[in-house]
């Protein structure tokens, strides 16, 4: 995808330096941040410079190559695969990519190890690129059978940022849309800002804004009059884990949306690939819920008359808040899981039947 015309991905290697995009400075700044050790790259996750849930497992696999080349020593691998899982503990991407990446180097001699982690991190991404692109042609055809049918501008509401800043390329949920939007197909996305951190409002926005989709930013509350009021025609979004039954682990609110679009007919979409999916656990309630620092409520960034990046706190000093990073949307309320293999029901019968 692009930024100013030009084409990006989101995390890059060269010159022995991991390559990102620093996501805590959109829309304002654009800036490409070096991640020279592994310490580096964990910061990165845990300071949502880079956020997303295959965004973080790639990032993860390419910490694991930078703790190579800071210090080959199987005892200081080990050390920084569990600081990466423990960096963010609600996005399975990230324990699937570390996993993924020691098992690939274990037993390896030390001569040859550094090329086959910086190999098993790019098949990572690219890995990545095509399932979000296939996750794309698939999700595709659900827009394209509501344009058929309305004959106008297919209006689709999302939650968060599961664009191609939250993966490699293309995104989860914009996936269909971007796929919609280059075959003509005429679309509007009503993006939920997603507080605290606004990722629907700075990141999501801005990256339909680079390539010319039509989208407007609404508060997370406006969804229900919304599709009340017949102004939306599905709902796509992404998720963080998706048990083997169904039950997804999204960004808080999701659930809430999920409920809006049952109580008015709307067809509720989830789009992930399958590193997200979790098949060991059955019950949403064993998912690590993540509680992040209260500061992200009581203070909101943006941009000044100087156009200087400002923090600002907007409650009482002495109110307390509550910040819980997730929620869960039961299989029950989603339509449909959209997958790099195909769409299936959101049930353990339905993701067997993708994936045996």
């Not at 580096?40 to 696999?61: S, W, Y």
């Not at 963010?88 to 086959?116: C, E, F, H, Y």
């Not at 949920?173 to 009503?190: D, E, N, R």
């Not at 789009?271 to 690590?288: E, F, G, M």
Request: net charge positive; glycine share 6%.
């Amino acid at each position: 995808m692009k930024i100013e015309g030009k084409s990006y991905k989101t995390i890059w290697f060269k010159n022995n330096l991991v390559k990102i995009i620093d996501q805590t400075k959109l829309p304002h700044q654009f800036i490409i941040k070096d991640l020279k050790t592994v310490k580096d790259a964990i910061n990165a996750i845990k300071r949502m410079e880079v956020r997303g849930a295959p965004l973080i497992g790639a990032t993860a696999a390419y910490g694991l190559a930078l703790s190579i080349i800071e210090k080959n020593d199987l005892s200081f691998l080990k050390k920084s695969s569990e600081e990466l899982i423990a960096s963010r503990p609600t996005a399975i991407n990230l324990k699937w990519a570390v996993d993924r990446m020691m098992r690939k180097l274990s037993g390896v001699n030390n001569k040859d190890i550094l090329k086959i982690a910086l190999d098993e991190a790019k098949a990572i991404t690219e890995e990545d690129v095509k399932f979000c692109k296939n996750i794309g042609l698939n999700g595709l055809k659900l827009i394209e059978d509501i344009a058929n049918k309305k004959k106008d501008t297919v209006n689709i509401l999302t939650h968060c940022n599961a664009g191609w800043l939250a993966t490699i390329d293309w995104g989860t949920a914009t996936s269909p849309i971007y796929h919609a939007y280059q075959k003509g197909i005429k679309v509007h996305v009503w993006v939920d800002e997603t507080r605290p951190r606004n990722q629907g409002a700075n990141l999501t926005s801005y990256e339909l804004n680079e390539e010319g989709i039509s989208n407007t930013v609404i508060t997370d509350n406006a969804g229900g009059i919304l599709m009340q009021r017949g102004q939306v025609d599905m709902c796509i979004v992404g998720t963080d884990r998706t048990l083997s039954n169904g039950d997804v682990c999204n960004k808080i609110g999701t659930y809430l949306k999920a409920l809006s679009a049952k109580d008015n007919n709307v067809p509720f979409y989830v789009a992930l690939p399958s590193s997200t999916i979790d098949w060991s656990i059955k019950d949403h309630k064993q998912i690590p819920i993540e509680e992040r620092n209260s500061d992200e409520l009581s203070h909101v960034e943006g941009i000044d008359e100087n156009n200087e990046i400002k923090k600002v706190r907007i409650y009482p000093q002495k109110s307390k808040s509550l910040n819980l990073a997730f929620d869960v949307t039961p299989a029950k309320l989603v339509t449909g899981l959209i997958t790099e293999k195909g769409i299936c029901e959101a049930s353990e019968n339905g993701l067997k039947g993708l994936f045996k």
